[in-house]
């Protein structure tokens, strides 16, 4: 599924850009989602790190697009923006932001669908390399890549990343299923870990991280088969 967010004041304009992306959706044969925002500051109200794109109009009385891609930024490095622009001069600045593209007003459905073609094979990419992990009130997406190792306690699932912790209900199955092919490994019963935090084996136990190390015990039950995987992992080195 490709989820996206259209932050865009005119209302012809956001139910254009709605009746596109469903019938992009409908020829391409894959689902979309999307959430439709009037304005800037809507979207960042109620923004969470679950979009993979989004259609950003530039200019919003209220928040214009380039401060909402300020924003945004500063909790999202992964979302793809582009931005709605009559003017193409406007939309070079958004490249600061990372911007990943820019579409020209009036937005015609030749064009539209030629820019979605290259999106969406950048989204799926992004997608290969992230979770979705619903909690009480929030649905994260994070990079398997940011996760330093996953912490079963009870019914509940730590996700120790590099921005912090993220706790949500669950069970070790459930985070081996979501982090399956990403080079995970259990240490024990207890702990999922990324191979690509791995500083060393020492003995029984693992060193994960540099600016912050945190040791885990390794079980005699899984000593071998962990220790195995990480040294293919790092190419037998």
Request: no cysteine; hydrophobic share 40%; charged share 25%.
């Given at each position: 599924m490709l989820r996206v967010a259209v932050a865009e004041d005119q209302l012809d304009s956001r139910e254009k850009l709605a009746g596109f992306l469903s019938r992009y959706q409908e020829e391409g044969g894959f689902e979309i989602s999307y959430d439709l925002f009037a304005d800037g500051s809507e979207l960042i109200k109620h923004y969470q790190k679950q979009y993979d794109v989004i259609l950003l109009d530039i200019e919003m009385p209220q928040m214009d697009g380039?401060?909402?891609?300020?924003?945004?930024?500063?909790?999202?490095?992964?979302?793809?923006?582009?931005?709605?622009?009559?003017?193409?001069?406007?939309?070079?600045?958004?490249?600061?932001?990372?911007?990943?593209?820019?579409?020209?007003?009036?937005?015609?459905?030749?064009?539209?669908?030629?820019?979605?073609?290259?999106?969406?094979?950048?989204?799926?990419?992004?997608?290969?390399?992230?979770?979705?992990?619903?909690?009480?009130?929030?649905?994260y997406k994070i990079r398997c890549s940011d996760i330093i190792f996953a912490e079963v306690i009870g019914h509940h699932v730590i996700y120790h990343t590099i921005d912090g912790d993220i706790e949500v209900y669950g069970s070790m199955k459930s985070a081996e299923e979501k982090l399956e092919g990403q080079n995970f490994s259990k240490c024990n019963s207890c702990y999922l870990v990324n191979f690509r935090h791995v500083q060393v084996i020492n003995g029984n136990s693992v060193v994960l991280g540099k600016d912050k190390p945190v040791e885990l015990a390794i079980s005699r039950s899984r000593k071998k088969e962990f220790t195995e995987a990480v040294i293919r992992y790092f190419g037998g080195i």
């Open positions: 380039m401060k909402t891609a300020e924003l945004i930024r500063e909790q999202d490095n992964d979302v793809i923006l582009v931005f709605i622009t009559n003017v193409a001069q406007y939309a070079v600045k958004g490249y600061e932001y990372q911007a990943y593209d820019y579409i020209l007003k009036p937005v015609e459905y030749d064009v539209f669908m030629f820019k979605m073609q290259r999106i969406v094979t950048l989204a799926k990419q992004n997608q290969d390399n992230s979770i979705i992990i619903n909690g009480n009130d929030r649905v």
